[in-house]
């Protein structure tokens, strides 16, 4: 699983890469696949991809595998396409423009496809391609929380999803997006008893937390994305204006809202923070009760970091490996977030770590 995170696959068909994400907000230009029972997202349209040692490829049985260097190592199969994918809302939009389905249960969406930072190249997330499916047309700028109450009760229905994600580009104002993020989730819960996960930049008042929370809001992330300031002014300027110390502090009001290990942050590793670093920030988010979901860089296509390399296999192990222990011994699971990215877990092998068997 690290490895085919950090190198990519593959496609010999390249019909078999129809359900899989290109562009628009992450995980981008991944497909999500199930080998040993777990569903996983890996990288099929990156540059690293292309050049990637696996390839997943139909055998003379009629089986689907992976191979590497052409040597079969697993079968694999795929999640079927979703059945609410064929509806349209009452207001004339598909379904699969409004949400998708991430993994194998998880319904997402990014509530304003906008974002104040993505206007300027001097102050974009140099990773972020948020912009790309919206003008590809492939999604719509503002998802109205009627929209999203009637997929999610559609996806529940039709195809069991358990849990969901709501992120958002960050628009102007001091909420940080927490207000739409709030009516969603109250919209989505009158509709259908679906966990869900608010993802936003840290508000200007913590009270924000509790309103989400109030509103249906089970759990929240927060992302730092790099944990060095140096990293952050180079990778994301505009987002590295709130600075860690921020984002510490909104952890502290947090968890004590939404319990500890509701509370989480990605952590992009690839971008050039140390093992040692990031280890450190994961032990004083851990210390915080903040579950810190650590997942491999994926250079999305059509973004200023597309060429960039993904991290190696070997850094991965460097820093999940000590980090399941971290995570164990602060007695927080992966299996006990209620909803979001680090419950789901597919982006990263850390959940397969805590299980010991990454």
Known sequence: MTELQSYGVRLADPDAGAQSRRGGAGPSD?????????????????????????????????????????????EVSFPRRPRFYDLVSTDGVPYWKIATLHGRDVLATTVLQECVRYQSRAKTCQFCAIGQSLAAGRTIARKTPQQLAEVAKAAVALDGVTH???????????????????????????????????????????????????????????????????????????????????????????????????VSTYILAGLGDTREA??????ALLARGVYPFVVPFVPISGTPLEHHPAPQPAFMKSVLQPLADMVR????????????????????ALSTYERGIG
Not at 48 to 62: L, R, T
Not at 278 to 283: G, P, V
Not at 329 to 348: F, P, Q, Y
């Open 30 to 74: 991944h497909k999500a696949m199930t080998l040993d029972g777990m569903t996983i997202m890996v990288p099929v349209h990156t540059a690293p991809a292309a050049q990637s040692p696996f390839e997943i490829a139909q055998v003379p049985s009629g089986a689907t595998r992976i191979l590497r260097d052409g040597l079969p190592l697993a």
């Open 164 to 262: 969901m994600v709501m992120t958002t580009g960050t628009p102007p104002g001091k909420d940080r997006g927490c207000a739409v993020l709030a009516e969603s989730a109250a919209a989505v819960k009158a509709a259908v008893d679906l966990p869900i996960q608010v993802q936003c930049e840290p508000p200007d008042d913590d009270a924000w937390f509790a309103r989400m929370k109030e509103a249906g809001a089970d759990s929240l992330g927060m992302h730092l994305e790099a944990v060095t300031p140096e990293v952050r002014a180079r990778i994301m300027p505009g987002k590295a204006q709130v600075p860690i110390e921020r984002y510490l502090s909104a952890f502290e009001a947090a968890v004590p809202v939404f319990g500890k290990g509701q």
């Open 278 to 283: 990031i280890l450190a920030m994961c032990e």
């Open 329 to 348: 011994a602060a007695g927080l699971r992966a299996t006990d977030i209620k909803a979001g990215c680090g419950k789901c877990g597919a982006c990263s």
